[in-house]
């Protein structure tokens, strides 16, 4: 686990002294986070990564997580892709379900600070315990929701209607509330296994492990099985690129524990890649992925992440930190952190992302200046100390009202 | 060696930290950009205006102004996007005045090119209003001399040049930056004030700004005396 001091090196002493001074004014405070998994997915990394530094720069923070059946977790993915825009027949026997686990949830789940910030729709319902703490709750949206299916979005407002506050990686993602919505991004721990810096060697042998030609350029999705992130269109414009470029591609996945649908989804993409020896389909082992993913990505002679819809895609954010050409959807999140043209590039069609694959691989010198300038964007805006500088600040400004602050 | 002159006061350097707080107002057009700039908090516009200047430290300025950005590059106007990228911030001394300057210059650009009104936004592409909130925070560095002040400036973060420069002038109506300010009301070195309140600083990234201000008060502190 790394301490504060160790991010000195990366973000520059004031960054980190900043950040003590805040901790400073809120001594003595407890933050609850309350998500739905320990592993797996953005939200649990984050988790892990930020709930220590809260305590280091003096604020209590304790992370609990609900118990949920496979059922409820069928339903919450349900959710979850209604949310991004998907339609989704939910009978009521499935909303049942998600009400009687929520019930069991206010039971049983131990409320610990006198600041819950509970994370996305499943543990939504964790609000009808708010009376008994000193109060705020804020719900932190990581899913994109600017297509949310109306009917879901209705069932779930009942619940978010009741908090304090709302976090969203996006503006595209609020809408009108009566209560006060924040902006945070979520952010990548540049000293994280799947982060820290690494050597030539220690790459070469992730790759040969999986078979990839070292010699001949690779395009690479890192993303679990899931059609959100539409690895089918990847393949496709692979396809489109490699009619005029010698290439590579790696799909590197993994599986969430929240997330039932993802083998269904491997096995169209299985179908879809046939026999072809240049389509790489990785399930890295739960053990080695974040050494693997992050020797990847390191490797990759350009990145893409061609999601249909993203809360924020935080793997979009680790390819740009270690400088890689990144050619992105412009949905969600992403368009934060690859602004067009200068960190990265964007698209909107299988078409779009061939093209934009092609300009990265035959102008390396153009590929490398984008990917200088994504590094020092993540630097500036989506490591963990920013996160860690909003969150402190967010706790800061609950407190008042006013758009000036002097503390 | 002589002796550092002493200020009449210390300046104690201010950081200032940045929360975005979502209004969930957006517009899809000019007419409904021009009536959300028109009524929206003014820690919107001061959002809009000087966001890119704590955003894009690594990359060369940036048009300080998120409303002329989206006019090209979204609804492809380039001639009204020149107009709000080319206004002058730093002849406003409040928000209201430079609210004020760009709900003219979309009005008259409505006025004289009807045709504009016609240029609508994709829905994944309308502009969100979002606001800023401040915190403003003492830091441990102060100075009583211009030696500990430059010595200062090298040290704090670019969160504090940005608070004295920007923030402290326009959003907070000081009327002048702090540096200059301080200069010339606690060390009584007017020209060396002056120097740091003709630059533009909207014009600099904020670390090329910092070594700017230390350039000009390492090479000129001599000549001030």
Same mark, same amino acid.
């Not at chain 1, 993915?77 to 998600?98: C, M, Q």
């Not at chain 1, 409320?111 to 964790?126: A, E, F, K």
């Not at chain 1, 600017?146 to 809408?175: E, T």
């Not at chain 1, 990759?300 to 979009?316: I, N």
């Given at each position: 686990?790394?301490?504060?001091?160790?991010?000195?090196?990366?973000?520059?002493?004031?960054?980190?002294?900043?950040?003590?001074?805040?901790?400073?004014?809120?001594?003595?405070?407890?933050?609850?986070?309350?998500?739905?998994?320990?592993?797996?997915?953005?939200?649990?990394?984050?988790l892990s990564n930020l709930v220590p530094l809260f305590k280091e720069v003096g604020?209590?923070?304790?992370?609990?997580?609900?118990?949920?059946?496979?059922?409820?977790?069928?339903?919450?993915?349900?959710?979850?892709?209604?949310?991004?825009?998907?339609?989704?027949?939910?009978?009521?026997?499935?909303?049942?379900? @998600?009400?009687?686990?929520?019930?069991?949830?206010?039971?049983?789940?131990?409320?610990?600070?006198?600041?819950?910030?509970?994370?996305?729709?499943?543990?939504?319902m964790l609000i009808k315990n708010k009376e008994k703490t000193a109060g705020p709750?804020?719900?932190?949206?990581?899913?994109?929701?600017?297509?949310?299916?109306? +009917?879901?979005?209705?069932?779930?407002?009942?619940?978010?209607?009741?908090?304090?506050?709302?976090?969203?990686?996006?503006?595209? @993602?609020?809408? #009108?509330?009566?209560?006060?919505?924040?902006?945070?991004?979520?952010?990548?721990?540049?000293?994280?296994?799947?982060? +820290?810096?690494?050597?030539?060697?220690?790459?070469?042998?992730?790759?040969?492990?999986?078979?990839? *030609?070292?010699?001949?350029?690779?395009?690479?999705?890192?993303?679990?099985?899931?059609?959100?992130?539409?690895?089918?269109?990847?393949?496709?414009?692979?396809?489109?690129?490699?009619?005029?470029?010698?290439?590579?591609?790696?799909?590197?996945?993994?599986?969430?524990?929240?997330?039932?649908?993802?083998?269904?989804?491997?096995?169209?993409? +299985?179908?879809?890649?046939?026999?072809?020896?240049?389509?790489?389909?990785?399930?890295?082992?739960?053990?080695?992925?974040?050494?693997?993913?992050?020797?990847?990505?390191?490797?990759?002679?350009?990145?893409?992440?061609?999601?249909?819809?993203?809360?924020?895609?935080?793997?979009?954010?680790?390819?740009?930190?270690?400088?890689?050409?990144?050619?992105?959807?412009?949905?969600?999140?992403?368009?934060?952190?690859?602004?067009?043209?200068?960190?990265?590039?964007?698209?909107?069609?299988?078409?779009?992302?061939?093209?934009?694959?092609?300009?990265?691989?035959?102008?390396?010198?153009?590929?490398?200046?984008?990917?200088?300038?994504?590094?020092?964007?993540?630097?500036?805006?989506?490591?963990?100390?920013?996160?860690?500088?909003?969150?402190?600040?967010?706790?800061?400004?609950?407190?008042?009202?006013?758009?000036?602050?002097?503390? | 060696?002589?002796?550092?002159?002493? &200020?009449?006061?210390?300046?104690?350097?201010? !950081?200032?930290?940045?929360?975005?707080?979502?209004?969930?107002?957006?517009?899809?057009?000019?007419?409904?950009?021009?009536?959300?700039?028109?009524?929206?908090?003014? !820690?919107?516009?001061?959002?809009?205006?000087?966001?890119?200047?704590?955003?894009?430290?690594?990359?060369?300025?940036?048009?300080?102004? *998120?409303?002329?950005?989206?006019?090209?590059?979204?609804?492809? *106007?380039?001639?009204?996007?020149?107009?709000?990228?080319?206004?002058?911030?730093?002849?406003?001394?409040?928000?209201?005045?430079?609210?004020? &300057?760009?709900?003219?210059?979309?009005?008259?650009?409505?006025?004289?090119?009807?045709?504009?009104?016609? #240029?609508?936004?994709?829905?994944?592409?309308?502009?969100?209003?979002?606001?800023?909130? !401040?915190?403003?925070?003492?830091?441990?560095?102060?100075?009583?001399?211009?030696?500990?002040?430059?010595?200062?400036?090298?040290?704090? !973060?670019?969160?504090?040049?940005?608070?004295?420069? @920007?923030?402290?002038?326009? +959003?907070?109506?000081?009327?002048?930056?702090?540096?200059?300010?301080?200069?010339?009301?606690?060390?009584?070195?007017?020209?060396?004030?002056?120097?740091?309140?003709?630059?533009?600083?909207?014009? @600099?990234?904020?670390?090329?700004?910092? #070594?700017?201000?230390? *350039?000009?008060?390492?090479?000129?502190?001599?000549?001030?005396?």
């Amino acid at each position: 686990m790394s301490t504060l001091n160790e991010y000195r090196a990366i973000v520059g002493d004031g960054v980190v002294d900043e950040l003590y001074g805040l901790g400073e004014r809120l001594r003595g405070r407890v933050v609850q986070h309350i998500n739905s998994t320990r592993v797996g997915g953005g939200v649990a990394e984050i988790l892990s990564n930020l709930v220590p530094l809260f305590k280091e720069v003096g604020v209590e923070a304790a992370w609990d997580v609900i118990s949920g059946t496979d059922a409820f977790f069928e339903v919450t993915k349900k959710f979850h892709n209604a949310l991004h825009g998907r339609r989704e027949e939910i009978p009521r026997s499935l909303l049942a379900i @998600f009400r009687e686990v929520g019930r069991e949830n206010i039971r049983n789940l131990p409320l610990r600070g006198d600041i819950t910030i509970v994370h996305d729709p499943q543990p939504v319902m964790l609000i009808k315990n708010k009376e008994k703490t000193a109060g705020p709750w804020i719900w932190r949206c990581h899913i994109d929701i600017a297509q949310a299916d109306p +009917r879901v979005f209705s069932f779930l407002r009942q619940f978010i209607s009741d908090y304090d506050g709302l976090i969203f990686s996006s503006p595209l @993602f609020s809408k #009108r509330f009566s209560l006060r919505q924040f902006l945070i991004s979520p952010s990548i721990d540049p000293l994280s296994e799947k982060n +820290r810096e690494m050597g030539k060697d220690e790459v070469a042998a992730v790759i040969a492990k999986y078979g990839i *030609d070292p010699k001949r350029p690779f395009v690479l999705q890192v993303s679990r099985y899931d059609y959100l992130k539409d690895p089918v269109g990847v393949i496709e414009a692979f396809r489109l690129v490699r009619k005029y470029n010698d290439c590579q591609l790696v799909l590197a996945g993994n599986r969430a524990a929240d997330d039932p649908e993802s083998d269904r989804v491997l096995a169209e993409v +299985r179908e879809k890649a046939g026999k072809d020896p240049d389509i790489h389909i990785l399930l890295i082992p739960p053990e080695n992925n974040d050494t693997d993913i992050n020797a990847l990505q390191r490797a990759a002679t350009v990145v893409v992440q061609k999601s249909l819809r993203e809360g924020f895609g935080l793997v979009v954010s680790e390819a740009l930190w270690k400088g890689r050409p990144v050619v992105a959807s412009a949905i969600g999140g992403i368009p934060l952190q690859v602004e067009h043209g200068r960190t990265g590039l964007l698209c909107r069609s299988v078409e779009g992302a061939a093209l934009e694959i092609k300009q990265l691989l035959n102008n390396p010198a153009y590929a490398e200046k984008l990917g200088a300038n994504a590094r020092e964007h993540i630097r500036q805006n989506f490591l963990l100390t920013r996160h860690l500088k909003d969150y402190l600040l967010l706790l800061l400004a609950l407190q008042r009202d006013e758009d000036i602050i002097h503390l | 060696m002589n002796k550092p002159i002493k &200020a009449r006061e210390p300046f104690v350097f201010y !950081s200032r930290f940045n929360l975005q707080e979502l209004t969930g107002l957006k517009a899809g057009n000019l007419e409904s950009l021009l009536d959300l700039i028109s009524t929206v908090p003014g !820690s919107s516009i001061y959002h809009h205006t000087h966001r890119f200047m704590e955003k894009h430290d690594y990359l060369l300025p940036e048009p300080p102004n *998120d409303f002329a950005v989206w006019i090209g590059d979204v609804l492809g *106007d380039r001639t009204l996007q020149e107009k709000l990228a080319g206004i002058d911030v730093l002849q406003f001394t409040t928000i209201k005045d430079l609210r004020l &300057a760009l709900v003219e210059a979309i009005d008259s650009h409505l006025s004289a090119y009807p045709r504009a009104r016609k #240029r609508f936004a994709e829905k994944d592409d309308e502009f969100h209003f979002i606001k800023s909130v !401040s915190v403003i925070v003492p830091t441990p560095y102060s100075a009583e001399s211009l030696e500990a002040f430059i010595k200062g400036l090298k040290e704090v !973060s670019t969160s504090s040049i940005y608070f004295h420069m @920007f923030e402290a002038r326009l +959003r907070l109506e000081r009327q002048t930056n702090d540096f200059s300010w301080w200069l010339e009301s606690a060390l009584l070195l007017k020209t060396l004030g002056e120097k740091i309140s003709s630059l533009d600083p909207y014009s @600099f990234t904020l670390s090329g700004l910092r #070594r700017k201000i230390i *350039d000009i008060l390492e090479e000129c502190a001599g000549d001030d005396r």
